[in-house]
């Protein structure tokens, strides 16, 4: 079976695409390719391009509903990256909406201004082969979810120069607790 060679660029269409696109080059430091009043072809990396956005005609409807799209995930080199895309992403006055010890990943999850879902992780393991068997292991197999983290904290300990294997470990506790507070 033919198989993709890699997974290349995400467009986004948006009633106010100058809006949309904003965020996205501020998040992600993006090199403009081409842009017009309409559109905008842009990459944060060798490839020729990441993201495009486009505008879509007409005003917003009144009540748009909440974007079908749950999230597009980026996956950091280290845990110090994810922290400094965390603190840069502050500065810029974007929090995440939820952080997660999912247990391949440790994943931050932002909202763009149109309401779509972009994840920022890191891999817990330094192979895929070793991700794909957590996902089949019983611990993943009885919580999908893994439990919250809260990133201030993540933040503080990457300063303090605690090991990233220490900050990231599976807390199985507090997935357990967690998968005890949804099911009550
Ligand atoms: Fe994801």
Redesign the pocket.
Known sequence: MPKPLRFAHAVLQSYDMPRLFAWYKDAFELEVLAQNERAAICTYDEEHHRFAFTQMPGEAPAERQKSPL??L?YAYGSLDDLVAQYRKMKGLGSLPVECVN?GP?L?F?YEDPDGNGV?F?VDRFATMDESKAYLASASFQKNLFGYYVDPELVAAQVDQGVPAAQIMAYDQQAADDFMKARAS
């Open positions: 749950k999230h995930a999912h990943t994943s999850y994840e992780f």
